[in-house]
């Protein structure tokens, strides 16, 4: 089934076949090894044996030796290969909505994700000396920004930075905040000034939910998107691709890559509701996987993942 189904996510499949069939393999080869030795024990050996080998495939992390040959290595990045990346949201990504001092708050799964492939930095203000060192933005939903900030952003990017816009028409994201509280998320999004000077408009959804295949390099991945929005261009710098929910602006020197939807680092769009969710073999969509390629790819990096 794996091996079914290798060939339709593109790229080179034979390297994991293999994988997948040695860990097969081996797996068989060990349980066959433990039946034979409860059979020659007798029935009280044979019990044995059968509930170790339900326990291999049934108990959490029973499967960890499979999955380590057939998944091949995992987990973060070095550290020196990891580039900078400056971080500004008003998405609970950090610590959740209730703050660093809650016993109960964690990161989410896609911060922790972005933090495997990007050594980040955080910031709450946008002016000059906050991204003098910076190279690469996400920006994603951020809180009404000071026609300052506006005009540090516009600035930077005209130098040479390289920016990705999670802009929301319509976020999803639950809060326990009522609207209006200035701790939850903007249900829409605040970008219009900047927007406007870019020639680019966001248009309300078209659709509820949309599950879409995006290519990344050789691979084909699964983007899952809630509420999202359209864009619409006014000519000039920016072009809105043939999937209305991404545009592309060429501002100065640098370059932006927007897309009309925050929902898509929400952990339930593509986290499985289950231990070890996150694994490539559980998840349900490739979010973040998604949002990294775009980040590589306007910095100009050629990454696997």
Do not use: K
């Amino acid at each position: 089934g794996e091996s079914l189904l290798l060939p339709d996510l593109g790229g080179d499949p034979w390297l994991q076949m293999a994988r997948g069939w040695a860990a097969g393999a081996l797996a068989a080869a060990f349980i066959d090894l433990l039946v034979q030795l409860g059979i020659r024990r007798g029935c009280l050996g044979q019990a044995l044996a059968t509930a170790l080998v339900l326990m291999l495939l049934l108990v959490p992390g029973g499967q960890r030796p499979y999955e380590a040959i057939a998944l091949g290595p995992t987990g973060p990045r070095p550290v020196a290969e990891r580039p900078g990346l400056v971080l500004m949201s008003a998405l609970p990504l950090v610590w959740g909505e209730t703050g660093p001092f809650d016993p109960e708050s964690r990161p989410a799964a896609a911060f922790a994700a972005l933090e495997q492939e990007f050594a980040v930095r955080l910031i709450d203000y946008i002016d000059e000396p906050s991204l003098r060192a910076a190279q690469l933005m996400l920006l994603a939903q951020p809180r009404a920004l000071a026609p300052a900030e506006f005009v540090a952003l516009d600035a930077w990017v005209r130098r040479g930075g390289r920016l990705l816009v999670l802009a929301d028409p319509d976020l999803a994201w639950p809060s326990r905040f009522a609207l209006g509280d200035p701790r939850r998320p903007p249900p829409s999004s605040l970008l219009p000034p900047l927007l406007d000077h870019w020639g680019l408009q966001l248009a309300s959804p078209g659709r509820r939910f949309a599950l879409v295949r995006v290519r990344d390099g050789e691979a084909v991945r699964l983007l899952a998107l809630e509420t999202p929005g359209r864009w619409q261009s006014a000519g000039g710098q920016c072009r809105v691709a043939e999937r209305d929910f991404l545009a592309s602006c060429a501002i100065g020197l640098g370059r932006v890559l927007l897309v009309a939807d925050a929902d898509l680092l929400r952990d339930r769009l593509w986290a499985a509701p289950t231990v070890r969710g996150t694994e490539r073999h559980r998840r349900l969509s490739d979010n973040p996987l998604i949002v990294a390629a775009w980040l590589d790819r306007l910095a100009g990096l050629d990454r696997q993942r």
